[in-house]
């Protein structure tokens, strides 16, 4: 049995590549090898082989549970330093199942859209903070409502000190990873030195300690106060119990909780620094935007909001053409599988290449276009468009996500009149194990639009 052809480089030149150029990496891995390659982008030299094939793509997703292949959390080792060893994401198997089944109903129903007017009011609040003719970072200030978002969403905590040093330290944190080379912190771990906290790794501990710190307070405070007319996410945490009756460690619900802060916001927040960025570049698609939004008359409600198609459309479209997240979690094989032509030995680690598959000419033709009219005109697969991942490791927050994305955009287009600030193409970064904008999306507000002149904007543009 022999892996799929791919890069003959040293491991430590491909992982530098992958970390400094990831785009890069893939679209000459892709050039080269076609769509199923072997690539050394790992924390060890392990070979993984990267899949863009939607075929292949369903073989692998949608069997987590048959004899083919796992989804193993001990691959997502990358992101334990931040998100520890105990939250969803590094579970395995009925562990992993079972929490899934915890976390999951916050994020759905009526307790999603009872977000919908915090999200509008934090949407407002920060953009009316921001100068009138003045730059600023669209990715910023999406951080900012994100975030915001999360903290009173997940911790229920809408004000106060805790609240501030929270958000401090997670923006904090967040800082130290937002150029490609920081970002090595997470993938070479003989970067995780501490040094003291001036050293970079020992700075990312002195401030995960304050935050810990921080959730360890919040947990107490809550166990020793217990109020069932609470619903924030963290409440429902601490009143959940697993099949055998047994609730949350306070260890894994720090966890659980670090992973909801750093998953659930950075991740929307570029994906709605991205859509600005778009709907402003591209002139007719703002236009077609606001006209939809008037549609709906003054004040609609949040969730007919989260129903217009070609609002959907833009969102989707965002989605594709830069994905915040550029593989799928790991899926391993159990035995051997012939995948595309090639045997795979047990024990191969397999990933889902989100971003090559979107770029596919065969299912996005022009791939490099933002053209929202795609997601209008045909209705692609779990494995055609895969931006929240696939099967049992699909993320969970994908629905609230969605929801939020939408609200901010709208609450901004239709208040506010925006520019960007500068004219030069905006182009994708790797941001800890993300791709953000690199340049933040600089924006200019213009105005802010009374009611009389949204509808004229609409009608005369």
């Known amino acids: ?158 004000q106060g000190e805790r609240s501030e040093q929270l958000r401090q330290l997670v923006r904090s944190l967040l800082d130290v990873f937002q150029s490609p080379l920081t970002s090595g912190l997470l993938f070479f771990p003989s970067w995780q030195q501490n040094w003291g906290r001036w050293s970079p790794w020992g700075y990312v501990l002195h401030i995960r300690r304050q935050i810990d710190e921080l959730l360890y307070a919040e947990i107490a405070q809550r166990r020793s106060e217990p109020d069932s007319s609470r619903n924030d996410i963290l409440s429902l945490l601490l009143a959940a119990r697993d099949e055998e009756g047994q609730p949350m460690t306070d260890l894994e619900l720090r966890d659980e909780l670090m992973t909801l802060l750093f998953a659930g916001h950075e991740t929307t927040a570029t994906a709605i620094a991205w859509s600005l960025y778009w709907v402003h570049k591209q002139p007719e698609v703002l236009d077609k935007l606001l006209a939809e939004l008037g549609s709906l008359g003054k004040s609609p409600e949040p969730m007919s909001i989260f129903q217009l198609p070609y609002l959907t459309a833009v969102c989707n479209e965002t989605l594709r053409i830069y994905p915040v997240a550029i593989l799928t979690f790991a899926r391993v094989t159990k035995s051997p599988v012939e995948l595309m032509g090639h045997q795979l030995p047990p024990d191969t680690a397999t990933f889902g290449c989100i971003y090559l598959t979107h770029q596919r000419e065969d299912l996005y033709p022009e791939p490099k276009q933002f053209k929202p009219e795609r997601f209008l005109e045909k209705k692609f697969s779990p494995y055609e468009f895969l931006t929240f991942g696939g099967g049992s490791r699909r993320c969970i927050g994908e629905a609230l996500a969605m929801f939020e994305m939408k609200l901010v955009l709208a609450s901004i287009l239709s208040n506010y009149q925006l520019a960007l600030a500068e004219q030069q193409p905006e182009k994708p970064q790797r941001r800890g194990v993300t791709l953000a904008p690199a340049g933040g999306v600089k924006m200019i507000v213009k105005c802010k639009l009374a009611p009389q002149r949204q509808a004229k904007r609409v009608v005369l543009k």
């Open 1 to 158: 049995m022999t892996l799929p052809d791919g890069p003959k480089t040293p491991h430590w030149l491909q992982l530098t590549q992958w970390i400094t150029n990831p785009i890069g990496y893939l679209e000459v891995a892709l050039q080269r090898y076609g769509d199923i390659f072997t690539g050394k982008i790992g924390m060890s030299s392990r070979p993984f082989v990267v899949v863009s094939n939607p075929q292949a793509l369903k073989q692998i997703l949608g069997n987590d549970t048959s004899e083919e292949f796992t989804a193993p959390g001990e691959f997502n080792e990358i992101l334990a330093p931040m998100l520890g060893k105990y939250g969803v994401t590094k579970l395995s198997g009925d562990r992993h199942r079972s929490r899934r089944k915890l976390l999951m109903p916050p994020f759905h129903g009526e307790r999603m859209r009872s977000y919908g007017q915090l999200i509008c009011e934090l949407t407002e609040k920060v953009i009316s903070q921001q100068t009138m003719g003045k730059p600023f970072k669209a990715h910023v200030a999406m951080q900012e409502i994100s975030l915001q978002v999360i903290i009173e969403a997940v911790f229920g905590l809408h």
